[in-house]
């Protein structure tokens, strides 16, 4: 099937390469922007007869977003951070994620008021630490508050596997933490009426947004979107990874048209002393702007003693860079309630 594709990319090196790329595997170049305006006026068409994918960086994003939103199903659009190294592996398989997520994002049916006392990991796909992040979160939150944790990732709920915990029923963990699965429509409703402690809740990898999200059959598609945006608190976990960026762009456009009264923080987990792991952290600054983040080095090691231990990083290693980070992540979020 041919698929057109149009740039706006403001580093020629790069729009050179994407073209390169993309036309050596049949994609056909329609449009090729040389300044906002000019973006802007192919933005202005309201039908497109073919699928079109619009590949763009960060100096034509502004232009992208104020025009594009809700506007044309037809129109698949990909942010490149021009500043970022990019493989023409990388071009590519971005590209064909971009055009299975159409741009119009419909509006969501919200199921009552934020829970102010839910805090939902999420974040990137590729293992960014979702699961370690939650555990440690709700084990510092622990110290000062009855807390449960919930498995409510239904695609792959393994914290019973890393907590050494049954995965049926409520298990205690500790005096004043618990573990619950959400392995049915009962255990969501006793998660609903709880108010008793505070929840911390393993939702995973965040979905894929589209447009059929929403009429979505699949039951554990539904729930995640129903829990994320139930959520007053959200933890959005990724890892210095290009495609997390690429992901991470999705994930803003979904937060700006339904999760307004969210409040969300970021966590870039397992940075090292790269330049290349420097760059993906400063682009994902310019990304998030100054929303809330927080940083959290590398330590394969530290993490690996946790998980054979069944235990948490204040466990094996209460004087690690890597705690240090979580706890004074774990105090924002107890701040902020």
Same mark, same amino acid.
């Given at each position: @099937?041919?698929?057109?594709?149009?740039?706006?990319?403001?580093?020629?090196?790069?729009?050179?390469?994407?073209?390169?790329?993309?036309?050596?595997?049949?994609?056909?170049?329609?449009?090729?922007?040389?300044?906002?305006?000019?973006?802007?006026? &192919?933005?202005?068409?309201?039908?497109?007869?073919?699928?079109?994918?619009?590949?763009?960086? %960060?100096?034509?994003?502004?232009?992208?977003?104020?025009?594009?939103?809700?506007?044309?199903?037809?129109?698949?659009?990909?942010?490149?951070?021009?500043? =970022?190294?990019?493989?023409?592996?990388?071009?590519?398989?971005?590209?064909?994620?971009?055009?299975?997520?159409?741009?119009?994002?419909?509006?969501?049916?919200?199921?009552?008021?934020?829970?102010?006392?839910?805090?939902?990991?999420?974040?990137?796909?590729?293992?960014?630490?979702?699961?370690? @992040?939650?555990?440690?979160?709700?084990?510092?939150?622990?110290?000062?508050?009855?807390?449960?944790?919930?498995?409510?990732?239904?695609?792959?709920?393994?914290?019973? $596997?890393?907590?050494?915990?049954?995965?049926?029923?409520?298990?205690?963990?500790?005096?004043?933490?618990?573990?619950?699965?959400?392995?049915?429509? %009962?255990? #969501?409703?006793?998660?609903?009426?709880?108010?008793?402690?505070?929840?911390?809740?393993?939702?995973?990898?965040?979905?894929?947004?589209?447009?059929? @999200?929403?009429?979505?059959?699949?039951?554990?598609?539904?729930?995640?979107?129903?829990?994320?945006?139930?959520?007053?608190?959200?933890? &959005?976990?990724?890892?210095?990874?290009?495609?997390?960026? $690429?992901?991470?762009?999705?994930?803003?456009?979904?937060?700006?048209?339904?999760?307004?009264?969210?409040?969300?923080?970021?966590?870039?987990?397992? =940075?090292?002393?790269?330049?290349?792991?420097?760059?993906?952290?400063?682009?994902?600054?310019?990304?998030?702007?100054?929303?809330?983040?927080? $940083?959290?080095?590398?330590?394969?090691?530290?993490?690996?003693?946790?998980?054979? #231990?069944?235990?948490?990083?204040?466990?094996?290693?209460?004087?690690?860079?890597?705690?240090?980070?979580?706890?004074?992540?774990?105090? &924002?979020?107890?701040?902020? @309630?």
């Amino acid at each position: @099937m041919n698929i057109d594709f149009a740039t706006a990319i403001s580093s020629h090196e790069l729009e050179d390469r994407v073209i390169g790329t993309l036309s050596d595997l049949g994609f056909s170049l329609s449009f090729r922007a040389i300044s906002p305006l000019h973006l802007e006026e &192919y933005l202005l068409i309201k039908e497109r007869k073919e699928r079109t994918l619009l590949i763009f960086d %960060e100096a034509f994003q502004d232009c992208v977003n104020q025009k594009s939103r809700k506007r044309d199903s037809q129109l698949a659009l990909l942010l490149l951070q021009s500043s =970022m190294n990019w493989t023409d592996e990388e071009i590519v398989r971005t590209a064909h994620d971009a055009l299975r997520q159409p741009s119009i994002i419909n509006s969501l049916p919200r199921r009552g008021e934020t829970r102010a006392d839910w805090f939902a990991v999420i974040g990137t796909s590729g293992s960014p630490g979702i699961s370690s @992040m939650a555990i440690n979160i709700a084990a510092d939150f622990s110290q000062r508050f009855a807390t449960q944790i919930i498995d409510a990732d239904q695609r792959n709920q393994d914290l019973h $596997v890393l907590l050494g915990a049954r995965r049926e029923g409520r298990s205690g963990l500790t005096s004043s933490l618990s573990l619950q699965t959400i392995a049915s429509e %009962e255990d #969501r409703l006793s998660l609903e009426d709880d108010q008793s402690r505070i929840s911390v809740l393993d939702i995973g990898e965040t979905p894929k947004f589209h447009s059929e @999200m929403f009429s979505d059959r699949r039951s554990d598609i539904r729930n995640s979107i129903d829990l994320l945006v139930q959520s007053q608190n959200l933890i &959005y976990v990724l890892h210095p990874e290009n495609r997390a960026l $690429v992901e991470l762009d999705s994930f803003l456009n979904f937060a700006k048209e339904e999760l307004s009264r969210n409040r969300i923080t970021f966590v870039f987990n397992k =940075m090292g002393n790269s330049t290349r792991h420097k760059g993906i952290l400063r682009s994902l600054k310019n990304q998030i702007s100054d929303q809330p983040l927080f $940083v959290v080095p590398r330590d394969y090691a530290l993490f690996d003693r946790a998980q054979a #231990r069944f235990a948490t990083l204040g466990e094996v290693g209460a004087r690690t860079s890597a705690k240090r980070a979580i706890s004074q992540l774990s105090i &924002y979020l107890v701040n902020s @309630m």
